[in-house]
């Protein structure tokens, strides 16, 4: 498995303490789509990528007693799909504690992918890209700011 980082206390991306993986790989969508760079992530790109397995990381989560929740975020977790399904499955071994999931796509973009997650319990996707100039909104699943009106999260299971 593939990460750019791992936050193992993290208190910006859901409204209780999560573990948040930095996944490494993205298209920049968001950047394509307003013709200039934009992404809060673009440096990430220059980031090394750590190797690392769902087991390791299932277990890093496991052994701490404040996070509440696992958050995918980074770059693009869609991107490394593969490894976000092994992640998963490895977590939901051990516990159903709410899985987030970040991603710039559209929900019709990556249907096949969230289909396939639906086999597993108290999943969570923020759907949406980045378009700037928005005003930010409180996302009621996430508890937290999404920067444009666009972003949403969802309870997929």
């Known amino acids: 498995m593939k990460l750019k980082g791992l936050i193992e206390e ?4 859901y409204k209780e303490p999560s573990m948040f993986l930095i996944f490494p790989f993205c298209t920049f969508k968001c950047d394509k789509e307003n013709g200039t760079q934009v992404c809060q992530n673009w440096s990430l790109n220059d980031a090394p ?3 690392t397995t769902p087991e390791r990381v299932v277990k890093k989560y496991l052994s701490n007693d404040i996070t509440r929740a696992i958050v995918c975020g980074g770059l693009e977790p869609f991107e490394s799909f593969d490894d976000l399904y092994e992640l998963i499955k490895e977590a939901r071994k051990y516990t159903d504690d709410l899985i987030i999931i970040y991603t710039g796509f559209r929900n019709d973009e990556i249907d096949g992918e969230v289909e ?6 108290n ?32 309870k997929i299971s």
Do not use: C, M
């Open 49 to 51: 990528i750590i190797e």
């Open 10 to 13: 993290d208190f910006l991306q």
């Open 123 to 154: 999943i969570i996707i923020k759907f949406g890209r980045y378009i700037p100039g928005q005003e930010g909104h409180v996302d009621p699943w996430l508890g937290v700011t999404l920067s444009s009106l666009n972003q949403y999260a969802v």
């Open 116 to 121: 396939k997650l639906r086999e597993f319990n």
